[in-house]
């Protein structure tokens, strides 16, 4: 029997750790691919692709998607009511300066505390705002402190256009039965899905046909893609720590890596509130952002009984490169320069969950070559013609990157993408 931190682990219990950590990295890279994915057309190119990007969520988000697919009129009536409120919150806070739209834009994460912040009596102090407060994000709580001691009036107009939404969608599934609303209510909570289903309308049309003729056949076959995902991810995770266990040198560095890296301020931010699907994500975001710090905050591995578990993560390779810390690290950097060279240059085994690494690495172990291809079911639509209008980087970019993604066993639909993250995150200069 072993104890870590005073707490007695069998070997099942730490099996049973092992397993829970593994899924727990997997739903996080796939959650939060949104948040790192290239910015391209938008388009998925076949129904391949959006298989692949269906099978990676889990069984009730999917069975959701395979419902909702059967009705497309319904999915485009929410896209056409997502643009309305884009287009009436945009007109609302474009005369603010962008810090304050930020603000906006945080307060729209948390539906509930808009609607608190709103009907709030005024004049309370700082300490009662903050008393309303879900967590103690410094974010969040400037937003929150800000908007109702300076725009109050604003956060009114804001939780209005919010019911207004609401209203809007109860109404477009209002003649679908108990299940099928259900699902519809499920998907209004994951932007990411309604903005793939949405902007792959035709695919989506086609994957709701299939599930109507056999449902029993489609849904078997996306578990199947799903519990591959998960092994491929698992082998790779095996392959990065053998890697590591025969340098210890490295595995040394990688741990006082970890710990610098999660000495962060902004570490474990509150990245399970996304944007709303309604407001959508600030629009000056060079790439999708549903998801704020999920791909940031996690650095993918960390030290127990038993030594390395998981995989560094997007956000924590970008830390490590981007960011020069790599050159605190000589071992680690040639321990993981070993582990490319061996498993993605020589074998190109690139996979969920060690794409992130891959397309950050390759620019220090692969300096001659472009950039991984690699594009995300989860990439986005333009959010409403007045986006469109104020951000010019998105056409461009969107005009000269065409690369050829890779998806599972190199097919076309990538899961994960990791963009180039240029200046500091939000602006702020975080990491």
């Known amino acids: 029997m072993k104890t870590v931190k005073g707490v007695h682990l069998t070997s099942e219990t730490n099996l049973a750790w092992r397993s829970l950590f593994y899924r727990l990295i997997f739903w996080l890279l796939l959650f939060g691919a949104s948040a790192m994915a290239f910015a391209q057309s938008g388009k998925l190119e076949t129904s391949e692709g959006l298989n692949d990007a269906v099978a990676s ?7 959701s998607i395979l419902v909702a697919s059967q009705y497309p009129s319904v999915l485009l009536q929410l896209q056409k009511s997502q643009d309305q409120t884009m287009a009436s919150f945009q007109k609302m806070i474009s005369k603010f300066r962008q810090q304050k739209q930020e603000w906006f834009y945080t307060v729209t994460r948390y539906p509930e505390l808009m609607h608190q912040l709103a009907t709030l009596p005024a004049k309370q102090t700082k300490e009662e705002v903050y008393k309303l407060l879900p967590n103690k994000d410094p974010d969040l709580k400037e937003a929150a402190w800000k908007l109702y001691h300076n725009e109050k009036r604003n956060l009114a107009k804001l939780d209005n256009i919010r019911m207004s939404a609401n209203s809007e969608f109860e109404k477009s599934v209002s003649h679908l039965n108990a299940p099928t609303r259900d699902a519809f209510r499920n998907l209004q909570n994951r932007p990411d899905v309604l903005t793939l289903l949405t902007n792959n309308i035709n695919l989506t049309t086609k994957l709701g046909e299939r599930y109507r003729t056999n449902p029993s056949e ?51 931010g509150p990245y399970y509130y996304p944007y709303s699907y309604w407001f959508g994500y600030p629009y000056w975001y060079p790439y999708p952002m549903w998801y704020p710090g999920m791909s940031w905050y996690y650095p993918g591995f960390y030290f127990s009984v038993g030594g390395l578990y998981g995989f560094p993560s997007y956000g924590f390779s970008y830390w490590f490169y981007n960011r020069g810390y790599y050159t605190r690290y000589p071992h680690l950097y040639r321990g993981l320069g070993e582990y490319y060279q061996s498993n993605v240059a020589a074998r190109r085994v690139i996979t969920p969950v060690n794409r992130g690494f891959v397309n950050v690495a390759i620019t220090h172990y692969s300096p001659t070559n472009a950039r991984i291809s690699t594009s995300s079911p989860y990439s986005y639509r333009q959010q409403g013609s ?12 969107n005009s000269n990157y065409r690369g050829a993604p890779l998806g599972i066993n190199g097919s076309r639909g990538g899961l994960i993408g990791g963009g180039p993250i240029g200046g500091g995150f939000h602006g702020h200069g975080r990491h």
């Open 57 to 63: 969520y889990d069984a009730n988000v999917r069975q």
């Open 218 to 268: 489609l849904t078997n076959q996306l578990a199947m893609l799903h519990d591959k995902l998960e092994i491929q991810n698992e082998q790779e995770a095996a392959a990065f720590k053998k890697q590591m266990e025969s340098d210890p040198k490295a595995m040394k560095e990688l741990q006082q890596a970890s710990n610098a890296y999660k000495s962060n301020t902004y570490y474990n």
């Open 386 to 397: 007045m986006l469109r209008a104020n951000s010019s980087f998105h056409n461009n970019f």
